[in-house]
């Protein structure tokens, strides 16, 4: 990977994708996505808002009214399905994982929509791959 963050959709895509393959060819635990933190107005109690990709799962904490927008975002991928919740009473909040089985260019689409319609960024916030 030579680029490790992007802003414009498509780039953030892009970037997603690079940073998906790169997991699956170095085999390596999981990759992470992070908001920039000077892209998010409202940085909740469960701070800057994070994807992880494992295999064919995608994780991330969320809020109770997070966790509903990612469940109705899920009516638009019906291949996806929640696979486990957890409420950690220290964390505050619910950590998310969801079976992501498929293409990958529609997992590409469903993690940058997941910062946009569950975590409300505004379309031009900046993503980094923090983990790889």
């Known amino acids: 990977m030579s680029r490790f963050d992007a802003t414009a959709r498509d780039e953030r895509r892009a970037l997603i994708e690079d940073g998906i393959r ?4 170095r085999s390596s ?3 992470t996505f992070e ?3 000077s892209t998010t107005d409202d940085v909740s ?3 800057i808002p994070w994807v992880q990709c494992t295999g064919d ?3 991330f904490d969320s809020t ?3 966790l509903d ?8 991928y019906p291949r996806y399905q929640i696979a486990e919740l957890l409420r950690p009473e220290e964390a505050g909040g619910v950590h998310v994982v969801i079976e992501t089985p498929g293409e990958l260019d529609r997992r590409t689409r469903f993690v940058d929509e997941l910062f946009t319609d569950v975590f409300g ?3 031009s916030y900046r993503l980094w791959v923090s983990s790889v």
Do not use: I, M, V, Y
């Open 121 to 123: 960024l505004p379309a």
């Open 45 to 47: 109690n469960l701070g």
């Open 57 to 59: 799962e995608t994780s």
């Open 35 to 37: 908001a920039d933190e």
């Open 22 to 25: 790169a997991h699956q060819e």
């Open 29 to 31: 635990g999981f990759c």
């Open 64 to 66: 109770e009214a997070e």
């Open 69 to 76: 927008r990612a469940k109705t975002l899920l009516e638009s």
